[in-house]
């Protein structure tokens, strides 16, 4: 199991690059924050437009592991292709968890630990 942490400056450019991305509507307007959610893990960010309207894009647990295995794709980090990929919140901030069922030169496999989806 691997786990990559994110700060909420790079959780906030990753979900922006692959909204962006996808073509995806974003509302006009500064994001003042990022919420996350721990159960189930979900995030929403909170943009202000100029007369200080809010909105608010929430986003589900499998489009942050999109954004964060994309946010590592477009600044080459290495990520194994195969092993499941999931995001939790750990101490406040998003994190990309990656298992793999083997692991190089062991041949035996090893269940899968429950984790919250």
Aim: hydrophobic share 40%; with cysteine.
């Amino acid at each position: 199991m691997r786990t990559l942490g994110f700060t909420e400056r790079e959780s906030i450019q990753a979900i922006i690059d692959l909204m962006r991305k996808q073509k995806a509507k974003l509302p006009v307007g500064r994001i003042i924050a990022l919420d996350l959610a721990e159960d189930p893990v979900s995030a929403t960010l909170v943009v202000e437009a100029d007369d200080g309207q809010r909105a608010h894009v929430h986003r589900t647990a499998p489009e942050l592991a999109a954004s964060l295995v994309n946010y590592c794709i477009e600044r080459r980090v290495r990520l194994p292709s195969s092993g499941d990929k999931f995001v939790e919140v750990i101490a406040g901030s998003l994190n990309l968890v990656i298992y793999l069922e083997t692991v190089a030169g062991n041949n035996k496999r090893s269940k899968r630990p429950t984790a919250h989806r």
